[in-house]
């Protein structure tokens, strides 16, 4: 069952992101986060997606300033949003324990802006919590697929406004 809708939403995510270069206004509002351990550097690794147009304008409300993602110009000051932003609005725990998560940085891929953080220092991964507010501040229909990955185990959920936790044990 879990699987069947884990297809569903990601067919769902493909048809928004299809649409959106389309020149068509996306119907859902949906992020992506993973969460991949890396045991040979004992780091966990985090990526974000979320579509541009909705990310520049959240932070155009929150901030009252100008964003432009795209705009190499303005990296420095875009980063320093987007690293404010990502930091309020997504939290892990490792083994029961908050973590602090690292910037590295974003890039623009097509209509979505990839986000990447990282925690240091993570000997090994009994679980993971992750805490996902992306975009909740502006849509009340938003949806956030999470993926957290060990090895080559994967566990995976949708997590629907105003709901906003995970937590995948291994």
Do not use: W
Not at 2 to 28: D, E, Q, T
Not at 50 to 77: G, H, R
Not at 134 to 151: A, R
């Amino acid at each position: 069952m879990l699987l069947r809708k884990l297809k569903y939403s990601f067919l769902l995510l493909c048809v928004a992101f299809f649409s959106v270069g389309a020149g068509i206004k996306h119907p859902l509002h949906v992020s992506t986060t993973e969460v991949n351990f890396n045991a040979k550097d004992k780091t966990l690794e985090v990526s974000c997606k979320i579509f541009s147009d909705d990310f520049e304008a959240i932070l155009a409300k929150l901030y009252k300033q100008k964003t432009d993602l795209s705009n190499p110009n303005m990296k420095k000051v875009m980063d320093e949003l987007v690293k404010k932003y990502l930091l309020s609005h997504l939290q892990l725990k490792a083994n029961g324990k908050a973590v602090a998560m690292n910037y590295i940085g974003f890039e623009i891929d097509h209509e979505a802006t990839n986000i990447y953080l990282e925690v240091e220092k993570i000997p090994s991964v009994k679980s993971v919590e992750v805490s996902n507010t992306i975009l909740y501040d502006m849509f009340d229909d938003q949806m956030s697929i999470v993926h957290i990955v060990k090895g080559p185990n994967r566990k995976s959920t949708k997590i629907l406004y105003p709901e906003k936790k995970f937590t995948a044990n291994f």
